[in-house]
């Protein structure tokens, strides 16, 4: 048995002006991203993420290695539904894990 992830969308955002009161106004494009694995938080990373931020991990994702993208709070969609990762990612050295992921994601139900 292979594992594989799924593909998923991640708005990147780029500055396009500024507004009157000189803060920056952002374009969002999606960006297809392949093999990211989709898996369930821990309980106890529920807890922990919920009680520092006020925010709720619904899904942790596994981005692969080589991924240059910038995971910090963006939005992301995959199976229908919008998200929103939650801080930055933690990541492993490449060489030291054996499978195609080295980084870690945590995201939030996004309205």
């Known amino acids: 048995m292979i594992l594989k992830g799924i593909t998923?969308?991640?708005y990147e955002q780029q500055?396009?002006?500024?507004?009157?009161f000189n803060r920056p106004i952002n374009e969002e494009t999606p960006v297809d991203?392949?093999?990211v694995l989709v898996g369930q938080p821990a309980e106890s990373e529920v807890l922990d993420t919920?009680?520092?931020?006020?925010?709720?991990?619904?899904?942790?994702?596994?981005?692969?290695?080589?991924?240059?993208?910038d995971w910090e709070d963006k939005k992301v969609e995959f199976w229908g539904m919008t998200f929103k990762t939650i801080g930055m990612?933690?990541?492993?050295?490449e060489d030291m894990i054996?499978?195609?992921w080295n980084k870690k994601v945590k995201v939030e139900h996004y309205e």
């Open 8 to 10: 998923i969308k991640l």
């Open 15 to 20: 500055q396009t002006g500024t507004d009157p």
């Open 33 to 35: 991203v392949e093999n």
């Open 50 to 69: 919920l009680n520092l931020t006020g925010r709720k991990v619904i899904y942790v994702l596994g981005i692969p290695k080589g991924d240059t993208h």
């Open 89 to 93: 990612p933690t990541q492993g050295i």
């Open 98 to 100: 054996p499978l195609s």
